[in-house]
């Protein structure tokens, strides 16, 4: 099985602030990789997809980067609604597995 | 635009069994590949079960794998998971996912698996 290790696990931050988030994949998966974000009670929205490709409606200031086994989630200025918890998703083989998840919270 | 619609949680005896369907519109259903994902309380994400567009191709974690059975009916648009032989640590909010790549996701149903 593909483990996915993401980092860090938590982060404070001000609104403003440049945040990034890094998942690396046990072996390489190509770019098969997407990026999601999820707030309490609700289920996951895919922001990135194939590593680096903006899913449609998210706004511009996330974007995701890398192949192979490094992969990163950019949020370039954090705005109120981006404090959530982000997962990284691997699809290159099955089973698939997500990263354990980072929950970014208010400074 | 793209629908998913979970139904069937609800509260069950350790041993016990579930069904819980996924109801799918606003895009070509049998076109796709299916998974069921789920996320225990307070914790992360978790890969269940997939399906190819033919259920040709089937896969389970390790965890389910013996006690649940995924199927799909190209028919009538929907995703289904049989679960047996529940456990405690079973209990979860499900969502089905569409496409190897989960790119959409349903509301979620929540399994609460409890004597």
């Known amino acids: 099985d593909i483990q996915m290790t993401q980092s860090p696990s938590s982060l404070s931050a001000s609104v403003g602030d440049r945040v990034t988030i890094t998942c690396r994949a046990s072996?390489?998966?190509?770019?098969?990789l997407g990026w999601y974000q999820q707030k309490p009670g609700k289920a996951p929205k895919r922001l990135i997809y194939a590593a680096s490709s903006l899913q449609s409606g998210v706004p511009s200031r996330f974007s995701g980067s890398g192949s192979g086994t490094e992969f990163t989630l950019t949020i370039s200025s954090l705005q109120p609604e981006d404090f959530a918890t982000y997962y990284c998703?691997?699809?290159?083989?099955?089973?698939?597995?997500f990263g354990g998840g980072t929950k970014v919270e208010i400074k | 635009e793209v629908q998913l619609v979970e139904s069937g949680g609800g509260l069950v005896k350790p041993g016990g069994s579930l069904r819980l369907s996924c109801a799918a519109s606003g895009f070509t259903f049998s076109s796709y590949s299916m998974n069921w994902v789920r996320q225990a309380p307070g914790k992360g994400l978790e890969w269940v079960s997939y399906?190819?567009?033919?259920?040709?191709?089937?896969y389970y974690a390790d965890s389910v794998k013996g006690r649940f059975t995924i199927s799909r009916d190209n028919t009538q648009n929907s995703l289904s998971l049989q679960m047996n032989s529940l456990r405690a640590e079973d209990t979860a909010v499900y969502y089905c996912?569409?496409?190897?790549?989960?790119?959409?996701w349903g509301q979620g149903t929540l399994v609460t698996v409890s004597s």
């Open positions: 399906i190819s567009t033919s259920s040709n191709y089937i």
């Open positions: 996912a569409r496409a190897a790549s989960a790119d959409d």
């Open positions: 998703l691997q699809h290159n083989n099955y089973p698939l597995t």
């Open positions: 072996q390489g998966i190509r770019n098969d």
